[in-house]
Nanobody, 122 residues
Framework: QVQLVESGGGSVQTGGSLRLSCTAS????????MGWYRQAPGRERELVAR???????NYSESLKGRFTISRDNAKNTLWLQMNSLKPEDTAVYYC????????????????WGQGTQVTVSS
């Protein structure tokens, strides 16, 4: 089993920056790709960015250039650097991890953190 804990959320002004972190614990060797998702009030949860175990990153097209995802497998940590924040970025941000397909890794196909609130004011 894998546990994910996010931190780094908060309230910033338009144009500000935040760096979110997600620390994984438990059977971290069972983690494949990881990602950040967000959910704003009244909207569906949407992909922000994903990154493979080999550090290949993919971004939501609308966020590419402002957000950067990275990971440190040795520290079992995932980050999301957010720059030039806009009010439309206000949402709860969730950390996600996919389970690797190994017989020694059982449980859900993916794991989710509890979320961290990001609020961008104008």
């Amino acid at each position: 089993q894998v546990q994910l804990v996010e931190s780094g959320g908060g309230s910033v002004q338009t144009g500000g920056s935040l760096r979110l972190s997600c620390t994984a614990s438990g059977d971290t060797f069972c983690i494949a790709a990881m990602g950040w998702y967000r959910q704003a009030p009244g909207r569906e949860r949407e992909l922000v960015a994903r990154i493979t175990s080999l550090d290949v990153a993919n971004y939501s097209e609308s966020l590419k250039g402002r957000f950067t995802i990275s990971r440190d497998n040795a520290k079992n940590t995932l980050w999301l650097q957010m720059n030039s924040l806009k009010p439309e970025d206000t949402a709860v941000y969730y950390c996600n991890a996919d389970r690797i397909f190994l017989k020694t890794c059982s449980g859900p196909y993916n794991y989710w953190g509890q979320g961290t609130q990001v609020t961008v004011s104008s």
